[in-house]
C-alpha cells in the first residue's frame, strides 16, 4: 500500500501484503484510513465505505490500475499523481473491484441502455396508478404519496444505481393517470434528506415549506424528476397524503393519514421492484355507545 507526498512528489510505502489479499486506503482529514473486505461476509462489498470518506465535501480512494480518484459532484482520475513504474498491479482484478465499489459506494448515476426497459416501468406505474385511484376511490385535491428506488425498478441494491430517465419515466407514468384527475403527488426523498416531501404548493397552500432542492444521490431520481416538473414545487418534512405507493421498499408510513390499509394491487411490481400500496381511512374513536358511518370503511368521503 502506498501513500503520494505531494511535498516530496514521490511515493511512501506504507506497507505490504499478500497477493491473495484485499486492502484499501482511504484518505481522510487525519490519514490513510483502512477499508477492507471480508470474502466471507455477505454483508459487504468490495469498497463499501462505513466512515472516514468525507472531506471537505471530496471523497478519496486508491484501488490498483485505476490509480487515484477523486469524487467531487462525480469521479475523476486525479491524473496528476504519477503511479510508479516499479509497481505491478493485477489489472482485471482491481479495475473490476473498483467499477464494482463506485458502483456499491452509491455516488454514480446510471442510464439504462435498453430503452424498452423505461418504456415498461412507465407502463407498469400508470396501471399501478390506475388501480390505486380505483381500490382507494381517489379524486380532485387528494395527494398521494410516492417512495421510489430508481435502482430497485432495475434489480439493483435500493441507493446504489440511481437512474434519472426512470425516474422521469415513473412520473410520467403517475402523471398520466393522476393529473387528470386533479390527483397531487407526493415524492418522497431518501434517508439523505430524512424522507423529506416534494409536493406542489397549491396541495399544501398552508404547510410550512422547508429549503431543500433534491439530487439524485440525495433526495432521489424520483425525488429530483418531480422537483425539475412541479409547477411551484415546495419541500415539507411531513405530509398526511390519502394513499400511497411504495416502490422497492422506501418505507412511506410516515407520511400517511391514520388509518392506513393495505391495497393489493395486480401490478405488484415496477420493473423488478416490490411494488406496496396503501389507502386510507378515517379512525373510529369512542366506546360502547359509539355509532358509526359504515361507509367510511371504504375511505374518506367524496
Not at 511535498?7 to 481522510?28: H, V
Not at 467499477?99 to 418504456?119: A, C, H, P, Q, W
Request: one cysteine or more.
Amino acid at each position: 500500500m502506498l501513500k503520494y507526498e505531494f511535498d516530496r512528489s514521490s511515493w511512501d510505502e506504507i506497507y505490504k501484503l499478500p497477493l491473495d489479499s484485499l486492502a484499501f486506503k482511504m484518505q481522510t482529514d487525519t490519514g490513510w484510513v483502512d477499508i477492507t473486505y471480508d470474502y466471507d461476509s455477505s454483508k459487504e462489498y468490495p469498497m463499501q465505505f462505513n466512515k472516514g470518506m468525507e472531506l471537505n465535501g471530496k471523497l478519496y480512494t486508491i484501488s490498483g490500475h485505476r490509480g487515484m480518484w477523486c469524487y467531487d459532484g462525480s469521479w475523476k482520475r486525479m491524473a496528476r499523481i504519477p503511479i510508479p513504474s516499479w509497481v505491478q498491479w493485477g489489472d482485471k482484478h482491481f479495475t473490476r473491484l473498483l467499477d464494482r465499489g463506485l458502483k456499491m459506494s452509491g455516488l454514480n448515476t446510471y442510464e439504462v441502455n435498453d430503452e424498452s426497459i423505461v418504456k415498461q416501468i412507465q407502463k407498469d406505474t400508470a396501471n399501478a396508478a390506475q388501480e390505486l385511484v380505483e381500490a382507494a376511490k381517489l379524486h380532485s385535491g387528494h395527494i398521494v404519496v410516492i417512495g421510489c428506488s430508481t435502482s430497485e425498478t432495475l434489480g439493483e441494491q435500493v441507493g446504489s444505481h440511481s437512474v434519472p430517465e426512470v425516474g422521469k419515466a415513473i412520473l410520467a407514468g403517475l402523471e398520466s393517470v393522476f393529473a387528470p384527475l386533479g390527483i397531487y403527488i407526493a415524492a418522497q426523498c431518501c434517508e439523505h434528506l430524512n424522507r423529506a416531501i416534494i409536493v406542489e404548493r397549491a396541495a399544501v397552500p398552508n404547510a410550512e415549506i422547508v429549503n431543500v432542492v433534491p439530487q439524485p444521490k440525495a433526495g432521489g431520481s424520483f425525488a429530483t424528476a418531480c422537483y425539475a416538473a412541479f409547477q411551484y414545487p415546495v419541500a415539507l418534512e411531513h405530509i398526511k397524503a390519502d394513499a400511497g405507493l411504495d416502490i422497492g421498499g422506501t418505507l412511506i408510513g410516515m407520511h400517511l393519514k391514520e388509518v392506513a390499509v393495505p391495497v393489493r394491487l395486480k401490478q405488484n411490481r415496477i420493473g423488478k421492484a416490490l411494488l406496496i400500496a396503501a389507502r386510507t381511512r378515517p379512525k373510529f374513536i369512542g366506546g360502547e355507545r359509539a355509532h358509526y358511518d359504515e361507509s367510511l370503511k371504504d375511505g374518506f368521503p367524496v
